[in-house]
Nanobody
Framework: QVQLVESGGGLVQAGGSLRLSCTGSGRTWSTYNMGWFRQAPGKERGFVVVIRRSTTTTLYADSVKGRFTISRDNAKNTVYLQMNSLKPEDTAVYYC??????????????????WGQGTLVTVSS
């Protein structure tokens, strides 16, 4: 069992930056691929980025490529999402998730076994 807690959301102006954190419990945390998803009002939850469990291999959604950076510190059981050049369309609740399927499947939210409660990011224009 893995419990995930996100933090770092808030209100920022367009063009600004935020860093989200997701801290997990459990001794097996480092064995999971860690993903970030987001859900805007009235929309389905969508894939943002995933990082492989023990390497720096990452996969980004096209909409955030070049602006967002994911990283993880397995010693701290924490994954980070650095978000730069934020746009109003990035406004959403951001969720971190843990899954153990292959990276090619990690765009699918159904492949993740554990989820955090979400943190709200609001980007004003």
């Amino acid at each position: 069992q893995v419990q995930l807690v996100e933090s770092g959301g808030g209100l920022v102006q367009a063009g600004g930056s935020l860093r989200l954190s997701c801290t997990g419990s459990g001794r097996t945390w480092s064995t999971y691929n860690m993903g970030w998803f987001r859900q805007a009002p009235g929309k389905e939850r969508g894939f943002v980025v995933v990082i492989r469990r023990s390497t720096t291999t990452t996969l980004y959604a096209d909409s955030v490529k070049g602006r967002f950076t994911i990283s993880r510190d397995n010693a701290k059981n924490t994954v980070y999402l650095q978000m730069n050049s934020l746009k109003p369309e990035d406004t959403a609740v951001y969720y971190c998730a843990a899954g153990s399927q292959g990276m090619s499947a990690m765009r699918d939210s159904g492949m993740y076994a554990f989820w955090g409660q979400g943190t709200l990011v609001t980007v004003s224009s």
